[in-house]
């Protein structure tokens, strides 16, 4: 079992940046596949960012080159540095964890507000 409670949303003017933080419960947490996905009013949830145990990471195209993702394991933590911001980006973020043996991220956070003004 994971819990996961995310941190560092916020109001932001375009260009600028932010970083969210996203804090695991458990012992296990090196061991699971992380993931921010964000969702805008009226839009689908979509796929933000992934990163591996050993750290792979994969980035949607959106924000490939913006935004970087990274896990520090001793701290139970997963990150996500967003750089030059833009409108578009605003939404609630979630950060997601699921096991190697599936594709469904089963844990959930609560999700933090991102906005981004222009």
């Known amino acids: 079992q994971v819990q996961l409670v995310e941190s560092g949303g916020g109001l932001v003017q375009s260009g600028g940046s932010l970083r969210l933080s996203c804090a695991a419960s458990?012992?296990?947490?090196?061991?699971?596949?992380m993931g921010w996905f964000r969702q805008a009013p009226g839009k689908e949830r979509e796929l933000v960012a992934t990163i591996t145990s050993f750290s792979g990471t994969y980035y949607a195209s959106s924000v490939k080159g913006r935004f970087a993702i990274s896990r520090d394991n001793a701290k139970n933590t997963v990150y996500l540095q967003m750089n030059s911001l833009r409108p578009e980006d605003t939404a609630v973020y979630y950060c997601?964890?699921?096991?190697?043996?599936?594709?469904?991220?089963?844990?959930w956070g609560q999700g933090t507000q991102v906005t981004v003004s222009s």
């Open positions: 997601a964890a699921r096991t190697l043996d599936t594709t469904e991220y089963k844990y």
């Open positions: 458990g012992r296990t947490f090196s061991s699971y596949f």
